[in-house]
């Protein structure tokens, strides 16, 4: 069992940034890949970013956020961040934070996360 807590969250102008974190606890947690989906009103819960355990922790994108945004871990805090920067309004969502452990998993897929948040609101205003 993992549990996961967002953070980071808030309110920023168009063009700002802000860095997010995710807490993982548990068992192995380090051994899990890490993601970030972001849910806005009225939309689908959308992937934003993943990071992997193996390969030297390799970082994957959706097209909207990528040269934007980056995706870390520390393996040592058992923490994963998002650095979110030329935010613009339609960034505005619940961003959530989740784990999963399977083989060759599709990590934009989120049914491949078996843990998730509780969410953290990030509003970009124009």
């Known amino acids: 069992q993992v549990q996961v807590v967002e953070s980071g969250g808030g309110l920023v102008q168009a063009g700002g940034s802000l860095r997010l974190s995710c807490a993982a606890s548990?068992?192995?947690?380090?051994?899990?890949?890490m993601g970030w989906f972001r849910q806005a009103p009225g939309k689908e819960r959308e992937f934003v970013a993943a990071v992997v355990s193996w390969n030297g922790g390799m970082t994957y994108y959706a097209d909207s956020v990528k040269g934007r945004f980056t995706i870390s871990r520390d393996n040592a805090k058992n923490t994963v961040f998002l650095q979110m920067k030329s935010l613009k309004p339609e960034d505005t969502a619940v961003y959530y934070c989740a784990a999963g452990r399977r083989s060759s998993p599709l990590l934009y897929n989120r049914d491949e996360y078996d843990y998730w948040g509780q969410g953290t609101q990030v509003a970009v205003s124009s």
């Open positions: 548990g068992r192995t947690s380090s051994s899990y890949y």
